[in-house]
């Protein structure tokens, strides 16, 4: 299990991406830029364009990409961290290591559920969250940015608790409704605490999922307001087709498509935003590791199911997986962009794929081979251990 600091250490950074045949910026505004080459400098992006119009000079990390497709690195926006790279919901080391391998480089905790005996009393939520954010701040596996500390609150919490929270650096709220909070009216007046103190929160949408969870239908969604509709198609089981409609039209928050929900309720989910113009509200998570186990490629997953199944183009799908979590979870990757995070992943369509180019494969369902991950310009894998094998590879000339 790798374990590494937030920073890399050693002196400055210059990594150049060059040959890419492809970019994929995760801004649905303009998905595909006219680029060929990008430079990132300690950590950060610093430019974009054509090789010969760019300055490469003093990399110290240079990568060919050799034709493949180079992509923001992927967010998964709803997770269910515990204690480093374990999960006791499976019994699995390593689970966040082999969502890298598919793509992944940032994750959003939705709430740390499965500790062992999580504690429900406040003192204890408080210090349970407190403690997973200081955790992950800490280190990332294999150098994957989780964002945890995510409090599951609970009736008995007072407007003052949330402000010792965000004192303490919690900037997420669990799912509300996998507590004891199912109402509205609580929910409401908790979650208007959390934005108070610059909180952001998730709900919990649909039937219940694990033991002490419970039915959060459109009223309760409408009522509480949360910045996310978590799971919008259900975790597992989604609402009728009538108060999923009713949500959408009913807020303008956050949409979240999980891999572990229902496929027909996402779809139809994808279709009603696209319907009103919404589609900058869709976000994707895994809501793993959960009953379901632990997808690597979850992310990915979705992403083909909603273009091919969707008929949503896949430069746009991509958005819904890195630019638009980025924006509404205010990130500072997902964006192909000077001044943001160098996170990228370099793939291109899977080996004997009928697709022509890798947009043309994922949009008939293929997932992509991804050949290498990027996370604050540092290479954190190459030739990924899940995914099917990429048509070509990208190598590093220098590094």
């Not at 997973?132 to 989780?146: E, L, M, T, Y």
Request: aromatic share 2%; net charge negative.
């Amino acid at each position: 299990m790798a374990h590494d600091a937030p920073a890399a250490a050693g002196g400055p950074t210059k990594l150049v991406i060059r040959n890419i045949g492809l970019i994929l910026s995760g801004d649905l505004a303009k998905p595909i830029l006219d680029a060929d080459t990008v430079v990132a400098e300690g950590g950060r992006i610093t430019a974009i364009g054509r090789e010969k119009d760019v300055d490469t000079e003093g990399a110290t990390t240079i990568i060919d990409a050799n034709g493949t497709t180079l992509t923001p690195g992927l967010i998964d926006s709803h997770v269910h961290p515990v204690a480093g790279d374990w999960t006791p919901r499976q019994s699995q080391m390593n689970w966040i290591d082999s969502s890298l391998h598919g793509g992944v480089t940032t994750m959003i905790s939705a709430g740390e559920v499965h500790y062992p005996g999580r504690a429900k009393d406040v003192v204890g939520l408080k210090a349970l969250a407190i403690t997973a954010q200081r955790s992950f701040d800490a280190f990332r596996p294999s150098g994957v940015k989780i964002h945890a500390g995510a409090p599951v609150i609970e009736n008995e919490m007072v407007e003052d608790d949330f402000r010792e929270l965000a004192a303490a650096g919690v900037k997420l709220l669990g799912e509300v409704g996998l507590g004891g909070v199912k109402d509205g009216p609580t929910a409401k007046k908790m979650v208007g605490w959390a934005r108070k103190y610059g909180i952001q929160s998730t709900i919990h949408t649909g039937g219940p999922s694990i033991p002490g969870s419970g039915l959060i239908d459109k009223d309760v969604v409408l009522e509480a307001d949360t910045d996310v509709v978590g799971h919008i198609n259900g975790g597992h089981t989604a609402l009728p087709d009538g108060q999923i409609r009713c949500i959408c039209e009913g807020c303008k928050r956050g949409l979240e498509l999980v891999h572990n929900g229902n496929e027909r309720s996402a779809l139809y989910t994808l279709r009603i935003a696209r319907e009103m113009g919404d589609l900058h509200r869709v976000i994707l998570g895994t809501d793993g590791p959960a009953g379901s186990g632990v997808q690597p490629l979850g992310i990915l997953r979705m992403v083909s199911m909603l273009s091919a199944l969707g008929e949503l183009p896949a430069e746009e799908a991509f958005c819904l997986a890195t630019g638009n979590t980025a924006r509404m979870r205010a990130l500072d990757c997902g964006i192909i962009e000077v001044g943001r995070a160098a996170d990228f992943v370099l793939m291109d369509k899977a080996q004997h794929s009928p697709g022509v180019t890798l947009l043309d494969s994922v949009r008939l369902g293929d997932l992509p081979g991804v050949c290498m991950t990027v996370i604050d310009g540092i290479v954190r894998s190459q030739r990924s251990r899940n995914t099917p094998p990429a048509g070509r590879m990208p190598v590093i000339v220098k590094g």
